[in-house]
């Protein structure tokens, strides 16, 4: 029973992780412009900067939640197939 359970706290923290980067990226891109004044002033240079500041952290964001998802369905994978496998190999009770 050991192995199932340090797999399932393992599949815990990862998807936990995962979702919480989900939720920050979701927060930076709420607070994204649809649009920019186009003005020749200050609030149309912070405006740009706010938004490229916004666009860097996003992609920063893009391989840590690919790698935190492909960890979260492979262990999951894994946990179903010693399922599987105890299932299989465990002979049947007797009657």
């Given at each position: 029973?050991?192995?199932y359970a340090w797999l399932f706290s393992t599949w815990g923290l990862v998807t936990v992780a995962l979702i919480a980067l989900l939720i920050y990226r979701s927060r930076l891109t709420r607070t994204e412009a649809d649009w920019i004044p186009?003005?020749?002033d200050a609030r149309e240079d912070s405006a740009i900067q706010t938004q490229t500041m916004i666009e860097m952290k996003t992609r920063k964001l893009v391989w840590p939640i690919r790698v935190l998802g492909t960890a979260c369905i492979v262990l999951l994978l894994v946990i179903l197939g010693f399922w599987l496998y105890s299932g299989i190999t465990t002979p049947p009770p007797a009657p």
């Amino acid at each position: 029973m050991a192995p199932y359970a340090w797999l399932f706290s393992t599949w815990g923290l990862v998807t936990v992780a995962l979702i919480a980067l989900l939720i920050y990226r979701s927060r930076l891109t709420r607070t994204e412009a649809d649009w920019i004044p186009l003005t020749d002033d200050a609030r149309e240079d912070s405006a740009i900067q706010t938004q490229t500041m916004i666009e860097m952290k996003t992609r920063k964001l893009v391989w840590p939640i690919r790698v935190l998802g492909t960890a979260c369905i492979v262990l999951l994978l894994v946990i179903l197939g010693f399922w599987l496998y105890s299932g299989i190999t465990t002979p049947p009770p007797a009657p």
